[in-house]
């Protein structure tokens, strides 16, 4: 019998600049290509021990259960409301973006009686409001986007935590692209649960989902009369496996180890640029992005001191149409930049500069291309336009 077999992989170098995937830092990569070991051999576990010491120190938490799920952003978030929601509990969700949305279906899912608070999307809730909505509601659990990538909006959850405490609710978290990129506080916030992912802004690939529990989560967890519906995301069983001493760790389901060995190198090159250093590099090449995309007429969905530094989220230029330009940035110039979701398809454009594409050099690239696309689309621009000002930006901010 004659088989029919596909040519090897030949993949084409892209510039990952979209909501994430984003690139995978080269020694990340490098990390991957070791050789497998066993899931419960002594070398693995001492890994698996450093993923979590290091996610602790990513997270700002001492929380024991800190680990990452063995899936992409979404299953920490089913993990979070499975082992949380008991059937009949109020959940409230601050809704203003996709994200939020399926916290929304998610804890529905589990069961929860989902109280909804709507902001129209690119808006952020005030610390008034989230308050004012425990005090009527009085949900056990509170579910907050951090960074909405939807609409580019970050959400301060700065008060939140002490307030949800003193009224017995948990407080879960989407950081799935706020982690490493902007401050993530769960300790000092006060904040329950939380989860985030690998492929943003730990510049690894996609397929773990790095989620931290606090001791009144677990308390939570274990007084629970029902068990959690989900065997896969349960973690009184998970924790047989990742949280025990080295001795007695138990099987659950086989460790992706090769995503393991990713994380754990992301999370050095995390930690050895400091996460005060990562802060500022994203902070900066996204005002030096944010001048040029100004300078060439796009504005911003967010208001001005809610926005994310890795996802600049823009209307498209009157006129112009978003599937012929993405097309050709990814064809021509080989750039992957993100589109709207949902209400905002066809109007946005989702820009990343997340973990190591958080450069200069990537800056201009992206504005240069950009700026190609929009001239010859009709907009008028004075060519060079976008990388000027993003140039000037950049040397305003080194001076300053
Ligand atoms: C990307 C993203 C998710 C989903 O993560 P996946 O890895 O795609 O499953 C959830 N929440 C937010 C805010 C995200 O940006």
Redesign the pocket.
């Known amino acids: 019998m004659s088989h029919s077999i596909p040519p090897a992989l030949e993949i084409p170098r892209r510039l990952l600049l979209g909501?994430?995937p984003s690139d995978a830092d080269p020694r990340v990569l490098k990390a991957m290509a070791a050789p497998l070991l066993g899931h419960l051999d002594p070398k693995f576990v001492a890994i698996m021990s450093e993923v979590q010491e290091m996610l602790r120190q990513v997270f700002n938490t001492k929380n024991r259960l800190t680990l990452p799920i063995s899936a992409?952003?979404?299953?920490?978030?089913e993990t979070c409301l499975v082992n949380l929601v008991e059937p009949g509990d109020k959940v409230l969700v601050f809704n203003a973006g996709y994200?939020a949305t399926?916290m929304v279906d998610v804890a529905g899912r589990c069961g929860g009686e989902v109280h909804e608070v709507k902001l129209p999307w690119g808006q952020a809730f005030s610390p008034e409001q989230m308050r004012k909505e425990i005090d009527r509601v009085q949900p056990r659990v509170v579910g907050v986007?951090h960074?909405?990538?939807s609409t580019g909006v970050l959400q301060s959850l700065e008060g939140l935590g002490d307030h949800c405490a003193k009224h017995g609710a948990l407080l879960a978290i989407?950081t799935?692209?706020s982690l490493a990129c902007v401050p993530v506080e769960l300790d000092k916030w006060g904040v329950d649960a939380a989860f985030s992912?690998s492929?943003?802004g730990l510049a690894c690939p996609?397929g773990l989902?790095p989620v931290s529990f606090s001791e009144r989560a677990l308390e939570k967890l274990h007084a629970r009369k029902s068990k959690v519906q989900s065997w896969y995301l349960d973690l009184s069983l998970i924790t047989q496996y990742w949280n025990q001493g080295s001795g007695a760790r138990a099987y659950h389901h086989t460790a992706p180890i090769s995503a393991n060995y990713a994380l754990h190198e992301g999370l050095r090159i995390v930690l050895q640029e400091g996460l005060e250093a990562r802060f500022k590099r994203h902070r900066v090449n996204h005002l030096a992005l944010k001048a040029g995309l100004e300078a060439m007429g796009l504005r911003y969905v967010a208001p001005d001191g809610h926005r994310l530094p890795q996802l600049n989220a823009v209307y498209l230029p009157q006129g112009v149409e978003d599937l012929p330009v993405r097309k050709r940035m990814l064809e021509e110039f080989g750039i992957e930049i993100g589109g709207g979701l949902g209400e905002l398809a066809g109007k946005i454009w989702r820009i990343g500069l997340m973990g190591c594409n958080s450069r200069p050099e990537v800056v201009y690239t992206c504005l240069s291309t950009l700026e190609r696309c929009l001239i010859d689309a009709g907009v008028k621009v004075a060519p060079g336009t976008g990388v000027g000002a993003a140039e000037s930006e950049h040397s305003r901010l080194a001076k300053g």
Do not use: H, I, L, Y
């Open positions: 909501p994430g992409t952003g979404m299953a920490g978030m994200f399926r986007v960074a909405e990538t989407d799935v692209t992912c492929q943003k996609p989902s």
